[in-house]
């Protein structure tokens, strides 16, 4: 992991099967909560089943969610999260790292997304009264553009670059890694 390393920041770009058509295959959602998602454009989603605990979400996800909640109007964004209340699950790992849980977004929302997290993780950090080069974040946003191709972009580093990188990235144009 990152955290544990002298680098200041990692960022991967890959291709990527999950969308917004395949959701309730890949995580095994029923046909309510699928239905449900095909309204939203901003998805919070879980660790793949497959772990002893099934789809488990990084700690804080629901403050995040209702922090992206409350946003939902000045943004034009519809957000939902890729589980029912009675199997939602967070998996709290304590440390100074802030795991963000994964993200699926249109690409014409990528800088929205980018923005929200951003202020997020700004407001977190002032709550914790740590400074933004010491915290870092782990984060991985699914981009989707025209329900076909969905790039996966890991971002693990400061708080402090995030919003940097991510606004440099040119997603449409990446290699693979």
Do not use: W
Not at 50 to 69: A, D, R
Not at 108 to 119: F, G, H
Not at 142 to 161: M, Y
């Amino acid at each position: 992991m990152l955290h544990e390393t002298n680098e200041e920041r990692k960022t991967t770009v890959v291709s990527t099967n999950i969308g917004f058509n395949n959701l309730s295959e890949e995580f095994n959602l029923s046909q309510e909560l699928s239905t449900e998602l095909s309204k939203a454009n901003f998805i919070l989603l879980p660790k793949k089943k497959g772990t002893e605990f099934g789809n488990v979400f990084p700690e804080q996800t629901i403050k995040f969610y209702n922090y992206l909640k409350n946003k939902e109007l000045d943004h034009q964004i519809i957000v939902d999260i890729a589980t029912s209340d009675e199997d939602y699950q967070e998996l709290e790992l304590h440390s100074d790292v802030i795991n963000i849980c994964e993200i699926l977004v249109r690409d014409i929302l990528l800088p929205v997304a980018v923005n929200l997290i951003s202020s997020y993780l700004y407001d977190l950090l002032k709550s914790r009264n740590k400074d933004k080069a010491d915290m870092k974040v782990d984060i991985i946003i699914n981009v989707e553009k025209d329900n076909s191709i969905t790039k996966k972009v890991t971002f693990e580093g400061s708080i402090e670059n995030f919003e940097k990188t991510m606004k440099a990235l040119d997603i449409k144009n990446s290699s693979e890694d």
